[in-house]
């Protein structure tokens, strides 16, 4: 597994040489100012906490994480480097995995730019930040889950634009599973016991109890399987679609 | 040291190769030589573990690419086809990366880096993004990857591939070099190439394995090995006698140019024969030449397509 820290190390740095990283960064910092304060209505609710950040957040970031997924491997097929790559001494786990890693390294380097946020609550006035921590793992883990999937998807293609929109979808699948919306249009014809496993997967919900402060070992176990899961299944899509 | 072992690979129904033994062993450079198409890279991509094969085995270093993948990896050095590398990274970035995966540390890192950065000569691009050097240089930068940690075992794809005349040459010489102490196996459809670096040819043509041999054992299967050529003006009646003589088979002549070719029957020398009438009549010759083979000759009357010549 040692090769693992020079695959995270290259994969980090090829973010931050390409102009894909600043624009992220830049772009995750505006809309997610732009949600708290003006669809969150940060300051007019008068509460010094930071619900309103994170309660948008997965949305954010159910549009921005594929995007951040989708050259791990998709461009490694187009560039003809997935040979080079497989060849060397690299288990195919070991290589998801740093790849993945690097980039969530990333997303976590953007989350924790949103900490002027956590300074404006605290000067406000004197929110729980234990709860706000938790919220934050929460994210950390919900952006985890999503760039899983990505990092997954991409082993399937050579094309970013298909690996990025097959995230979205699948992603979305994610997030809605637990929506009433969803629920009452299943719920009607599919046997409950089916209607209620599909809402345990909800990301939102899991993501919600997190958020509300309770670092929840059913939650985070949740997270990490979807993870581990989905990884895996890049693995599998990696060694099924090597034609060259 | 580098071993295939009735290795097959199936795409859909087409059979790309098929049943495909060969050795390399240590001190050998062996030329995977073919058409377009025959199978070359598949082959060498199962070799290298990146494809997996629909039947039989490939082995490095005596383990099993399949069953043992990392020792089999630790042991090969491999420049896949067109030589990719990462461009946005500079050459020593890559080669830093390289080495990282390949676990080489402290000083025999930097030896080993400075050994392959003098060998191919990438002193002066060290710091350039790859995706700004010409073809040749990425080329270099490849075959640099390839022999970073020094491994008994070098499979090159194309290895002078986009290289000019003088890279090509240093290229080659290098192959040689290494060859001393390992095996290599490089594929090509340069002809001019297997003389020159190669100590045995395999040829392949539509996935099957038609020839493994010495370059010079394959010059010997022309028709034109031991012919003799010459250019003369009025050699009419000098060729009609040539082609009494019992040894000779037949007599050509180029349309073009009126030079003459006579070709021996098998293992009859003619040489001096032909040098005697020559001089007997008084033929005077500008140019006279004993044909040691022609290896496209032979690698044309090999590699033709049989539904084609019939």
């Known amino acids: 597994m040692s090769a693992l820290p020079a695959v995270l190390r290259r994969e980090l740095a090829a973010y931050l040489v390409t102009p894909v990283a600043y624009v992220f960064i830049v772009i995750f910092l505006a809309l997610a100012g732009a949600f708290t304060f003006y669809l969150g209505d940060f300051y007019s609710r008068g509460q010094a906490d930071l619900a309103p950040f994170f309660s948008y957040l997965p949305w954010l970031f159910q549009v921005l994480v594929p995007a951040v997924a989708m050259r791990l491997w998709a461009e ?18 070991a290589a998801m995995f740093g790849k993945f890693l690097a980039a969530w390294a990333f997303i976590a380097l953007a989350l924790a730019l949103t900490f002027p946020l956590w300074l404006t609550v605290n000067y406000l006035g004197h929110p729980d930040n234990g709860a706000i921590l938790a919220a934050y793992c929460g994210s950390l883990l919900l952006a985890g889950a999503l760039l899983a999937i990505g990092t997954g998807l991409s082993a399937a293609t050579r094309s970013q634009v298909v690996a990025f929109i097959l995230t979205e979808v699948v992603g979305l699948g994610y997030l809605l599973a637990g929506h009433r919306l969803v629920l009452g249009l299943v719920q009607g014809w599919l046997p409950p016991g089916v209607a209620d496993a599909l809402a345990g997967f909800s990301f939102i919900s899991h ?38 | 040291m ?18 495909l033994n060969l050795c390399v062993r240590a001190g050998e450079v062996v030329g995977l030589l073919g058409p377009n198409g025959a199978g070359k890279t598949t082959s060498l991509r199962m070799l290298a573990g990146f494809l997996a094969p629909s039947g039989g085995r490939a082995r490095i270093g005596g383990h099993d690419v399949e069953r043992q993948p990392h020792a089999a990896r630790c042991a090969l ?21 390289v080495a990282r995966v390949r676990r080489l540390s402290g000083e025999r890192r930097r030896s080993r880096l400075d050994a392959v950065i ?19 240089y990425r080329r270099r930068v490849g075959l640099a990857q390839a022999i970073l940690h020094d491994p008994p075992a070098l499979i090159l794809d194309e290895p002078t591939d986009g290289l000019d005349p003088n890279q090509k040459r240093a290229a080659r010489a290098l192959i040689r070099g290494l060859a001393r102490d390992r095996a290599i196996l490089i594929s090509t459809h340069l002809l001019e190439e297997v003389p020159t670096v190669c100590s045995r040819v395999a040829v392949i043509a539509r996935g099957r394995l038609l020839a493994d041999a010495t370059p010079a054992e394959l010059e010997q299967r022309s028709r034109y090995h031991g012919a003799v050529s010459f250019s003369a003006r009025g050699a009419g009646p000098a060729r009609a006698a040539i082609s009494l003589l019992p040894g000779v088979d037949t007599v050509e002549v180029d349309p073009l140019n009126g030079r003459v070719t006579v070709f021996p029957k098998p293992g009859r020398p003619i040489l001096a024969e032909v040098q005697g009438i020559l001089a007997a009549q008084r033929v005077e010759v500008s140019e006279f030449a004993l044909e040691r083979g022609r290896l496209d000759d032979v690698f044309r009357s090999l590699t033709a397509d ?3 010549a019939a």
């Open chain 2, 77 to 97: 050095g491999y420049l896949p086809e067109g030589a990719p590398s990462y461009g946005e990274m500079s050459v020593l970035g890559f080669l830093l990366f």
């Open chain 1, 76 to 93: 490694e097929r187009r560039s003809g480097t997935l040979e080079l790559l497989l060849t060397l001494p690299v288990g195919r786990g």
């Open chain 2, 2 to 19: 580098i071993e295939a072992e009735n290795l097959s690979r199936r795409y859909g129904g087409m059979l790309a190769v098929d049943a």
């Open chain 1, 207 to 244: 993501y919600e109890a997190i958020a509300r402060g309770v670092l929840n070992a059913d939650d985070v176990a949740f997270f990490v399987l979807t993870i581990v899961c989905w990884l895996g299944a890049g693995v599998l899509l990696l060694e099924l679609t090597e034609t060259g």
């Open chain 2, 118 to 136: 003098q060998q191919l000569e990438l002193d002066d691009v060290l710091a350039l993004p790859i995706e700004t050097l010409s073809k040749g």
């Open chain 2, 306 to 308: 049989p539904a084609e």
